[in-house]
């Protein structure tokens, strides 16, 4: 029986394949994610009802499972025109620091703004993106995956 919070075999393959500066990104329901992603990167989609799972509760597991070095978040782009109903860091963020925080994580957030989110995510060192069901407004974070040595 593994002794990790996260049991997805596919996810934990990918991760376990995956090596210092690999990219995963957690998408939320609205991110386009069949056609928003590297070149080699594996799709994963864990949807199973709105809101289910979260992007959040998919950080959490990984968290626990591989040595994050940084966390990005899609960055708020102000004149992008859902950003109107997001006047500041969007609520989902604060629970993101609650997580990184419980799990001992030195990671903050970075935002990277919306469009060039996108191109990071289109980089070749993208192995993976779970998408989620979760529909909080600007919830995507891509994740560095680090190096167990420096844990």
């Known amino acids: 029986m593994l002794n990790t919070p996260l049991l997805h075999p596919d996810i934990l393959r990918i991760l376990a394949q995956s090596g210092h500066h690999s990219k995963v990104l957690i998408a939320d329901g609205n991110y386009p994610a069949a056609n928003k992603r590297g070149p080699r990167a594996e799709l994963i989609s864990l949807q199973l009802m ?8 998919v950080l959490e597991a990984i968290l626990g499972t591989v040595q994050i070095d940084h966390v990005h978040t899609m960055g708020v782009d102000r004149t992008d025109s859902y950003a109107a109903a997001t006047p500041g860091d ?3 963020w604060d629970e993101y620091r609650r997580i990184l925080a419980a799990a001992k994580s030195s990671c903050t957030l970075e ?3 919306k469009w060039d989110f996108y191109e990071a995510v289109a980089s070749a060192d993208h192995v993976l993106t779970i998408q989620t069901a979760d529909q909080q407004p600007w919830a995507n974070l891509l994740l560095s995956v680090g190096c ?3 844990r």
């Open 148 to 150: 167990r040595t420096f």
């Open 50 to 57: 709105p809101g289910v799972p979260t992007v959040a509760q």
């Open 90 to 92: 969007p609520p989902v």
């Open 111 to 113: 935002p990277i703004v």
